[in-house]
């Protein structure tokens, strides 16, 4: 088997549509050998920690009305071509993610990464939820057969938030300044979105080799 490593955001659009990219490579080629783990890394770290309204975060971070509008253009286009679902017309808030990261390492400890992202950003990105809101964490907990109610306790307290900062400050330290970045066999790393086809040749390369 061969690990590979996503470093990511839940609220980050090009993971999103990176994630949806690589699925399809493997659903090409499901002998792929790949193990993946999520690893945190937030876009907002000093986000206040009941977010912030959307507009006012995009604006404040792309210079104003008309430099949200062009950040978000590729984003918008790529998504009508491959992920129809997308509606980021009903995402009116956005979070500070690091409960969810918190979320995402207990699914972990449980064999429930994987699904877990996806139905974190299926929350966020079909349906506009708030993913930082405790109680929509426990939902989407449970909506994957997790405990909601540990999950709800945990969420109450301090526990692994040291943690997943810690993680994130160390992918900072290794030089890891944007998401999402995928990191094979510890040795290779592809930063963005990549497409379907390059994750289908690498696959192949990666089989021919016989790793």
Sequence with gaps: MIKLDIFHDPICPWCYLGKARLDRAMEARPDHK????WHPFQLNPEMPAEGMERRAYLEAKFGGVQGAIDAYRPIVETAAAEAPKV???????????LDAH???HWAGLEGMQTPIVAALYRAYFHDGRDIGD???LCDVADSMSMDASLVSRLLATDEDVDLIRARDAHARER??????????ANQHAVSGAQNTDLWISVIDELAEKDL
């Design 34 to 37: 790949f193990v993946v783990e």
């Design 102 to 104: 918190r979320l995402i």
């Design 134 to 136: 405790h109680e929509v």
């Design 175 to 184: 030089g890891v300044t944007g998401v999402p970045l995928y990191v094979v």
């Design 87 to 97: 509606d980021l017309g009903k995402i009116t808030r956005t979070p500070n993610t």
